[in-house]
């Protein structure tokens, strides 16, 4: 399948440990910038509670779901132990601040 980088937006428009939501047709995706300026892309739907992530605390490259504290890794979706379940991530491009999500290969969220 071919990779269709979209862009979406520039890094320095979000917050260091902050995040943005982009809408797309597969669902609201959350697009976070930690403090090391690493740029990640998840569905933006805790798979607990449904909470949103994007408005949740970002320490490393970890987000807290700000509904119940569930703390997912940025870079893979998985869920950090002891708690489990995961969430799409989306691949990321960062080129001269431009931030680029790829759709391609990924399913509507559910």
Not at 4 to 26: F, L, M
């Amino acid at each position: 399948m071919k990779t269709e980088w979209i862009e979406i937006g520039r890094a320095e428009d979000i917050p260091r440990q902050g995040a943005r939501v982009v809408k797309t047709d597969k669902g609201d995706i959350a697009v976070f910038r930690t403090a090391e300026d690493e740029i990640y892309a998840i569905r933006n739907c805790c798979p607990h509670k449904g909470g949103p992530l994007s408005e949740g605390i970002v320490y490393g490259a970890t987000v807290a779901c700000p509904l119940h504290n569930l703390s997912l890794d940025l870079k893979t979706g998985q869920a950090v132990a002891p708690d489990d379940g995961c969430v799409t991530t989306y691949p990321v491009l960062l080129e001269g601040g431009l931030i680029y999500l790829d759709f391609s290969s990924r399913e509507p969220a559910a």
